[in-house]
């Protein structure tokens, strides 16, 4: 099979994790791109930040950092505040209540994964993320975007409510960090594609 384009992207500051975890983290190597460990929480928050509108990321992330002043909610909560489009499987040895977990679901957390889970489990449900989001609105235009010559991806394609020009570079990273021209762009796009295909205008191919 060949590898899924994305990026692993771990919190947890457990030191020597990949050593501890051969058999996961091999695998990892096998079906996705690359695999990037944040012993720093704040460190990975930017990073997703920072490289939201550039590839696609998977987030496995621990709940427990005993040495931080915050924790795998407050991270969560960090990077919901600007995307909900990332997603985010949570992967701990704690065993929390129900009233605990709900910020964590309130925050779309993808799924929750016990650190004793198997490495067949963990690849699974990073495929289900994966394909998940690959049927995200922004993957669908990132692939229609890549069709497109360098050049034509620079050229001012639409105007904004606020009269800002965009390209289809800029209208791809707005809808990835949800601004509001982003979310606005997306739903527009959606009842586009709704009425498109309820007059049988538009025929679906693979």
């Known amino acids: 099979m060949d590898k899924l384009n994305a ?3 771990i919190i ?8 501890s975890n051969i058999a996961l983290f091999t695998e990892l190597k096998i079906n996705f791109e690359s695999v990037i460990v944040f012993m720093n929480q704040q460190e990975g928050i ?3 930040k920072n490289n939201i509108d550039k590839q696609r990321m998977l987030v496995l992330l621990d709940l427990g950092f005993p040495s931080e002043p915050t924790n795998g909610h407050d991270i969560l909560n960090s990077i919901r505040v600007f995307s909900f489009l990332v997603p985010v499987l949570i992967w701990s ?14 925050n779309k957390a ?3 994964l016990n650190k004793n889970a198997s490495s067949d489990e963990i690849i699974s449900k990073l495929t289900e993320a994966y394909e998940y989001a690959d049927n995200d609105i922004s993957i669908a235009l990132e692939d229609w975007i890549s069709t497109h010559s360098d ?19 800029e209208i791809l990273k707005e809808i990835r960090i949800q601004s509001d021209i982003g979310k606005s762009f997306s739903k527009k796009l959606s009842k586009l594609t709704i009425d498109l295909l309820t007059r049988n205008k538009e025929n679906l191919d693979d």
Do not use: M, Q, R, W
């Open 7 to 9: 990026i692993i992207v």
């Open 12 to 19: 947890d500051d457990e030191k020597n994790i990949e050593k």
């Open 46 to 48: 930017n990073y997703i």
């Open 93 to 106: 040895g704690i065993d929390e209540d129900d009233e605990t977990f709900a910020d964590l679901i309130n």
């Open 110 to 112: 993808f799924a929750f």
């Open 151 to 169: 050049e034509d991806k620079n050229k001012p394609y639409i105007l904004s409510l606020n009269g800002k020009e965009l390209t289809l570079n």
